[in-house]
């Protein structure tokens, strides 16, 4: 099979309300295309609401050997999908953290980069930080959570964290939730940049100023951060260099599981700045 034969897949399951890929997902797979397309290769993307349709997908594929391999996101504890592909027979590059024996993994240090987070809240005076993260079967949702856990109890910091599903709706839900049960909150982080940007619609309909009152941290970098008013401050990783890294573990067949730390860099915006006196 030449490259240009080759064709592989990946399913996206959304989060509630949400149209389309995600930012961060949009991100990677341009990454993996720039390479992909180089090769002659496609990659096949299929959108879904649960995983049971993911893993349905996974059977219409295999059964028609319409992919040669899959890429894996947004791992769980205890995930069926690796062995599932195994035993259809589809081989598997997972992006993230994974105990499963897969053929290649994409590492991504999720706890750096929440310790990296609250580093940069606490160096701004911050000593109340709530937390809305993403849903909690996800690996690398526990893997921020204990992050987080852990910095602000080294820190002495009050810290205060509830779970979302990376919606907007969960994003105004929860930050309400943690507004009211300590209004002596001075920074909120959220797991994504669409729960960020409708806590700054809570905000502002509590007459609660951001960054002077309250500062705003987002995850992952994007356009909704950039465009949002105030704009918002946010956890930055190269998603593109992350893709580039996924598409070269596809065409290697042969890769070994690879472990990559990519660089965070804090990107201060308007939502941010020194807690209040």
Known sequence: MGDADRVFGTVRRKAPGQRGLDQFYAGLLSGADRVLDEQ??????????????????????????TVEAIVLSDLLVDDPRPGICADLGLRVV?????????????????????????AFLADLGHRAIGRVSGPGELRHTIARSEAFERETAERGIRALSLEGDYGEASGRARTAELLDADPGLTALVFDN?????????????????????????????????????????????????????????????????????????????????????
């Open 193 to 277: 940049d669409l729960m960020a940007a409708a806590a700054l619609d809570v905000a502002a309909e509590r007459g609660i100023a951001v960054p002077a009152e309250l500062s705003v941290l987002a995850w992952d970098d994007s356009a909704v951060c950039q465009l949002a008013r105030p704009a918002l401050s946010a956890v930055s990783r190269d998603v593109r260099g992350l893709g580039e890294l996924v598409a070269r573990a596809l065409l290697d067949a042969d890769a070994a599981a690879q472990s990559v730390t990519q660089g965070i860099v804090i990107v201060a915006r308007d939502s941010t700045a020194a807690a209040p006196a």
């Open 94 to 118: 997972a992006v993230g953290g994974v105990e499963h024996d897969v053929q290649a993994s994409v590492r991504v240090d999720n706890d750096s980069a929440m310790s990296d987070a609250v």
């Open 40 to 65: 002659g290769a496609s990659m096949i993307i299929h959108i879904v609401g649960s995983l049971e349709e993911e893993l349905a997908t996974f059977r219409r594929w295999a059964a028609a050997g």
